[in-house]
């Protein structure tokens, strides 16, 4: 059993709030190489000269609204969890962003948009049908989509027993769902770097938070699992996990 102020300081962390797609709580506690394509650059690219653009999943709308210079005259985001959905609202309405809900596992469901409503189409580390993007892109219009690799933090992972849960997230293999709904890829890469966590607090923090990652975890079940990775962090100082992104640029004939 860990010293009391140790259990207590992991229980703040479960607890702590979390809204948006804000991390800023972990700022200097993990540090996460990034891939070498900068995301907003790739979308800016994509977004000259058009005149619609739907994010997938915006979160709170942090990354969407640093595109505001680029913005086309229309722009839809899409956003999954309730909470999340009023944030964005805030952030992105007095962009002119309109935030509409929708529930991404749901990937039997179609998109809320007619057929050819939009000029691009992206999603930052958000689930997509592929079809569903092909029916709602215009005619040669685009898709950009920044995914994290199936085997990134498969270590962690498996620290709690859990699989590699989406394994078909790769980009040969989301190229192939990509092309059988009718798209032509543009680009496709994979980058491979390392997330470091500093303390064991921050792997609580992160693990409530992005729960696909470990279903189910808690400090209570899991406290045998964080007192082995609290005597690796003060044995090494610091634990690093290889995590992995990919990005497809796609479009429509």
Known sequence: MPARS???????????????WDFSRLDGRVVEDQPPWPYLDVVRDALAGVRSLLDLGTGGGEVLSELRDAFPPRV?????????????????G???VEVVPYEATETSAKLRFDDRSFDVVI???E?????????VLADRGRFVTQQVHAQ??????????????????????LCSELRDAGLVIDRAEEWHGTMTF????????????????????????????????????????????????????AHKP
Do not use: C
């Not at 839809?76 to 992105?92: G, Q, S």
């Not at 989406?166 to 040969?172: E, I, K, Q, S």
């Open 198 to 249: 500093r303390d064991v607090g921050a792997i609580v923090y992160f693990l409530k938070n992005v729960p696909w990652e470990a279903p189910g975890f808690s400090v209570a079940r899991d406290l045998a699992v964080l007192e082995r990775l609290q005597r690796r962090i003060e044995r090494d100082g610091a634990l690093g996990f290889a995590n992995g992104s990919l990005i497809i640029v």
């Open 152 to 173: 990134s933090l498969a270590e962690l992972r498996g620290l709690f027993g859990e699989p590699v849960p989406f394994p078909h997230v790769t980009a040969d293999g």
């Open 6 to 20: 140790l259990l207590e300081t992991w229980r703040a962390e479960e607890s702590a709030p979390f809204s948006g």
């Open 123 to 125: 999603s930052r580390h």
């Open 127 to 135: 689930a997509y049908e592929a079809t569903e993007v092909a029916r």
């Open 94 to 96: 007095p962009l002119g």
């Open 76 to 92: 839809v985001a899409t956003e999954a969890w309730a909470p999340n959905v009023v944030v964005a609202r805030a952030r992105l």
